[in-house]
C-alpha cells in the first residue's frame, strides 16, 4: 500500500509566522502535489514537483514556496502565515506516466492532511 | 475558470437507492477521469477511474459512466450504503503524448449523505 504521511495533523500559528509542512512517501513515486481545501472551492493546487529539485507552480502559489531536496520529501513553506491561509493543506504523490508505452496511471495518492489555523 | 465542476454542493440519498454524482467539464483536451472520496479529517482516497477511450467502467457497486460529447461524467452508486457518506471529488487529467506529471484538476466536491 502506498503510504503518504504529514508531519501534523494540526497546526497553529501566529500571523507572519514561518510555517513547514512536511511530506514523506514511501512508494518512490516521482511526483509529489500540495493542495489546499476549503468548502466550496474544492481542491486547489499550489505547487507539484516531478524529481528532486525540481518545482512547479500550481494554480495558487502566492504566498508559498516548496522544496524537494530528496525524493520521497516534499516541503510546503509559509514565508510569512497569513489568516487567508486557514485551510486543510494535502499532500500527494503519483508516479511518473510516460504515455506512450501507456506505464503507470495518474492516480494520486493522498496523506491524512494538515489543518492549519493562522491566529 | 473553473474547468472541472461539480454543480451540486450536496445529495441525499436513502440506504439502498441509487446515489448519482455528476460532474462537467470544459476542457476537451482531458482524457483520464477519476473519482475521490473524502472523510472528514482525512486525505482524499482514490475511487474508480476512466480513460476517456472508454465510456463507462465498473467496481462493485461503483460505476463511472463518461459522455465525451457532453463533457459529462456521473458516478453511480449502487446500493447506497451509510458509510458511503463523505464528500465525492472529480478530477480530471489532459491528455497529450509523452510524460505526464499526473497534474488533475479538481471540481469543488458534493457532500453526499445516505440515510439509514
Known amino acids: 500500500d502506498v503510504k503518504v504521511t504529514q508531519s501534523s495533523r494540526y497546526l497553529v500559528k501566529r500571523t507572519g509566522e514561518k510555517v513547514f509542512l512536511e511530506c514523506v512517501q514511501d512508494m518512490d513515486h516521482e511526483n509529489m502535489f500540495w493542495y489546499r481545501q476549503d468548502p466550496g472551492l474544492g481542491l486547489r493546487l499550489i505547487y507539484f514537483?516531478?524529481?528532486?529539485?525540481?518545482?512547479e507552480k500550481g494554480d495558487i502559489p502566492e504566498g508559498y514556496s516548496v522544496s524537494r531536496e530528496k525524493k520521497e520529501r516534499f516541503s510546503l513553506i509559509l514565508e510569512s502565515a497569513s489568516t487567508n491561509q486557514t485551510s486543510m493543506y494535502l499532500c500527494a504523490s503519483s508516479l511518473l506516466v510516460d504515455r506512450w508505452v501507456l506505464v503507470g496511471t495518474d492516480t494520486q495518492y493522498f496523506g491524512p492532511g494538515t489543518r492549519l489555523t493562522v491566529l | 475558470d473553473q474547468q472541472v465542476k461539480q454543480n451540486s454542493p450536496s445529495l441525499s440519498v436513502q440506504e439502498g437507492r441509487i446515489s448519482i454524482l455528476n460532474c462537467d467539464y470544459t476542457?476537451?483536451?482531458?482524457?483520464?477521469f477519476l473519482w475521490y472520496k473524502k472523510y472528514p479529517a482525512e486525505g482524499p482516497t482514490f475511487l474508480i477511474s476512466?480513460?476517456?477511450?472508454?465510456d463507462k467502467n465498473e467496481d462493485g457497486r461503483f460505476t463511472v459512466f463518461l459522455n465525451k460529447s457532453a463533457k459529462h461524467l456521473s458516478l453511480h452508486i449502487v446500493p447506497s450504503q451509510p458509510g458511503d457518506s463523505a464528500v465525492y471529488f472529480c478530477?480530471?487529467?489532459?491528455?497529450?503524448?509523452?510524460?505526464?506529471?499526473?497534474?488533475?484538476?479538481f471540481g469543488q466536491g458534493t457532500i453526499l449523505t445516505v440515510h439509514p
Open positions: 476542457n476537451s483536451m482531458f482524457d483520464y
Open positions: 478530477a480530471a487529467n489532459l491528455g497529450g503524448g509523452g510524460t505526464s506529471y499526473g497534474k488533475l484538476t
Open positions: 514537483s516531478y524529481d528532486v529539485k525540481m518545482k
Open positions: 476512466i480513460s476517456s477511450i472508454k
